[in-house]
């Protein structure tokens, strides 16, 4: 009887301990020790190596939580930044504690807040929509930001849309030296229409390339320690249905005149709509319109769902960086205004209980090219082709493209660290083209074609 006991003792311990290994909050950071950082300066397109480690150094959890150390430096390229931002993206050095089973909050929502509301699987800081700033109807003028007060935070500005002309190629900028995202990561120059031609002379890759046709990758993990996911997913949240656009259930409001909020409340007056302001340069101009229920690619007020997804195939809250048709970046981007569930992560100076460290996915494992999960997108092409890695890479790749005459026309690298790089073929012509990527390792190759 009592053999039996340690028996059934023993396997529930081990079933425990796998499940807990297992957790995506766990295994789904991009680790690196050996990688470093980089980042151009304005008007010099060569990236300079930094003396900081890339993407996440080290993973460790105990029964209840994850803990995961970061300099906040992707492996992707940041900077410049074309607004006169004097900050760089700097070595954070932090720890951020993250539960290992989120509860959802059953009482009143937790409103995001400015600076860290999330972290991206590279170590990297989300923010969400706000800078800030506000109007400061007393001067009639925008106070606030990183290096002043806060205005009086009854018009607040939506960084993405005022603040466009400081992002890098990936979309990300510094704040006192905290590199983040508000929005989703992936770069400018592969979005279906540019709205930044920052990507034409500093080149970055981004977090992850939007794929239509397959789920989105999870990328992040929000405050609450519920999942983030990028653009496209199942349109049934039981996993059916197909690969669709999640999409945002905040619309703009029909108004010319800032003097109340949706809720109809009258508030201290902001700027009159105009080419200067227009609709979308405050949070307030955006009201919720609650679709979500009855239309299940529509998500709800915290931008979000209860869905089946690859890593949590019984279901899970999820997170989704909304864009529009254009692929653009939409309110309220990735998690806001609220949080769906208990906010618990944070930052911690140290970490004060026994943990096991978890070192499953580092990006230094010898993987061959022809191993690797390559998605090539879009195939068709038109403008560019983009190559992304289901994890880091371990190593420097090649790209060739060869004409079939065996001609390269285009060629690229994806770098170590990177999970993406993309070849330019809007000086190709119409026709077949084989991709190869190679390495000291050996070379995998995939048929794409180009269309004008």
């Not at 053999?3 to 796998?18: K, P």
């Not at 600076?115 to 001067?139: E, K, M, P």
């Not at 510094?174 to 990507?199: E, R, T, W």
């Amino acid at each position: 009887m009592c053999r039996s006991f340690l028996f059934v003792a023993l396997i529930l311990s081990v079933t425990s301990t796998c499940l807990t290994q297992n957790n995506p909050v766990i295994t789904s950071w991009i680790q690196n020790t050996t990688i470093k950082g980089r980042h151009y300066m304005k008007g010099n397109s060569t990236p300079i190596v930094d003396n900081t480690l890339a993407n996440v150094q080290k993973v460790q959890y105990s029964t209840g939580s994850v803990y995961i150390s970061t300099q906040g430096i992707p492996a992707y390229i940041t900077g410049p930044f074309l607004d006169g931002n004097p900050s760089q993206a700097s070595a954070q050095n932090a720890i951020f504690k993250f539960p290992l089973s989120p509860k959802k909050n059953n009482g009143t929502p937790s409103p995001t807040t400015g600076g860290n509301i999330g972290l991206f699987i590279n170590g990297v800081a989300l923010f969400d929509y706000r800078d800030a700033v506000s109007w400061q109807s007393s001067t009639q003028t925008l106070k606030g930001g990183p290096f002043g007060g806060m205005g009086d935070q009854v018009w607040n500005r939506d960084a993405v849309v005022a603040e466009k002309a400081g992002f890098d190629c990936s979309k990300g900028h510094p704040a006192m030296g905290n590199y983040h995202h508000h929005q989703n990561p992936s770069a400018f120059n592969l979005d279906k229409m540019k709205i930044s031609n920052v990507c034409d002379l500093y080149s970055a890759d981004g977090l992850y390339v939007i794929d239509s046709t397959r789920h989105a990758p999870l990328i992040g993990f929000a405050y609450d320690g519920f999942p983030i996911y990028g653009a496209y997913a199942h349109k049934n949240v039981d996993g059916t249905g197909g690969i669709t656009r999640m999409k945002s259930s905040f619309v703009l409001r029909d108004i010319k005149i800032r003097a109340t909020y949706a809720n109809g409340n009258t508030v201290t007056p902001g700027p009159n709509v105009s080419a200067k302001y227009p609709l979308g340069y405050f949070r307030e101009d955006y009201t919720y319109v609650p679709t979500a229920a009855s239309t299940p690619d529509y998500l709800d007020e915290h931008n979000g769902r209860w869905c089946v997804t690859p890593e949590y195939p019984n279901g899970t809250y999820a997170y989704f960086c909304t864009i529009d048709e254009n692929w653009n970046s939409y309110y309220p981007y990735c998690v806001g205004p609220t949080f769906y569930g208990v906010k618990s992560a944070m930052k911690v100076q140290s970490i004060n209980e026994a943990t096991t460290i978890y070192s499953g996915s580092t990006a230094s494992k010898n993987i061959l090219p022809e191993n690797l999960t390559v998605t090539v997108y879009p195939n068709p092409a038109s403008d560019l082709i983009a190559v992304q890695l289901a994890n880091a890479a371990p190593q420097d790749y090649q790209l060739s493209l060869f004409d079939i005459r065996g001609r390269i026309v285009g060629s690229s690298t994806l770098y170590q660290g990177s999970t993406i790089a993309f070849i330019d073929t809007r000086t190709c012509y119409e026709g077949q083209y084989v991709l190869q990527i190679s390495s000291p390792s050996g070379r995998w190759t995939r048929k794409v074609e180009i269309v004008k």
